[in-house]
């Protein structure tokens, strides 16, 4: 940005020795380096805040992505549901997918083994 080298610098600092004095200048330095200090402080600050809102707007898009995403499906099942009906009118359409049996359904539901009577 700007091309200060070695030489510009000892400038600088030789006319501020002239212009102030070696009273006044080491007061004044510290009071450069104090705003310096503060500025690069402020903008930092902006710097993160700005960072925490992209962060915070990326999770936001990402939550209404995912709830996209379940539109999608609950379209599909809707669509799905509709080919059902065209296929088979007369068989009726479930509202939702069939739970999966629990263990005690199984065991209830289980064919029973033959039992030979005529022994």
């Known amino acids: ?54 962060a915070a707007e990326d999770m936001k898009r990402q939550v209404e992505e995912a709830m996209r995403a379940g539109d999608v499906r609950a379209e599909v099942d809707a669509a799905a549901q509709t080919i059902r009906r065209s296929v088979d009118p007369a068989a009726p359409v479930p509202a939702a997918p069939p739970a999966a049996p629990t263990s005690s359904a199984v065991i209830a539901q289980a064919p029973s083994p033959a039992v030979d009577e005529t022994r």
């Open 1 to 54: 940005m700007f091309d200060v080298g070695f030489g510009k610098l000892a400038l600088i600092a030789i006319v501020a020795l002239l212009v102030l004095g070696p009273e006044r200048l080491p007061r004044v330095a510290r009071t450069a380096g104090a705003l310096v200090r503060r500025a690069r402080n402020s903008w930092l600050s902006v710097r993160g805040e700005i960072e925490r809102e992209l």
